[in-house]
């Protein structure tokens, strides 16, 4: 069973950075397309960035393009998200989520219900 656990949220002024970390076990990875989710309080989930496990094109959401990156940790096995110029508008919980569709891998996908397993999220509050 795919067990995923988010860290390296917290409490960050407008214009800093944070690097979330995404714990992946328990799955046949290699199959697999992660992503970066976030919720903001009153508001949907919204696609945050993605990528295939074992590597290729990313893909990221509109309100973060040019200010954040995916990766992977191979040692770690993990999924990295670096999230710089940080505005009050990033606020949110963040939620590392798992796809298994093989469109996904290929194509990329940004909608909540493409992923099946998710982790507790990570709180990133941005304000001054």
């Known amino acids: 069973q795919v067990q995923l656990v988010e860290s390296g949220g917290g409490l960050v002024q407008p214009g800093g950075s944070l690097r979330l970390a995404c714990a992946a076990s328990?799955?046949?990875?290699?199959?697999?397309?992660m992503a970066w989710f976030r919720q903001a309080p009153g508001k949907e989930r919204e696609f945050v960035a993605g990528?295939?496990?074992?590597?290729?094109?990313?893909d990221y959401g509109d309100s973060v393009k040019g200010r954040s990156e995916i990766s992977r940790d191979h040692a770690e096995n993990a999924v990295l998200l670096q999230l710089n110029s940080l505005k009050p508008e990033d606020t949110g919980v963040y939620y590392c989520?798992?796809?298994?569709?093989?469109?996904?891998?290929?194509?990329?996908?940004?909608?909540?219900?493409?992923?099946?397993?998710w982790g507790q999220g990570t709180q990133v509050t941005v304000s001054s």
């Open positions: 989520a798992v796809s298994s569709d093989y469109n996904c891998q290929r194509y990329g996908c940004q909608a909540a219900s493409d992923y099946y397993s």
């Open positions: 328990g799955g046949n990875f290699a199959r697999y397309t």
């Open positions: 990528m295939p496990w074992l590597g290729g094109p990313t």
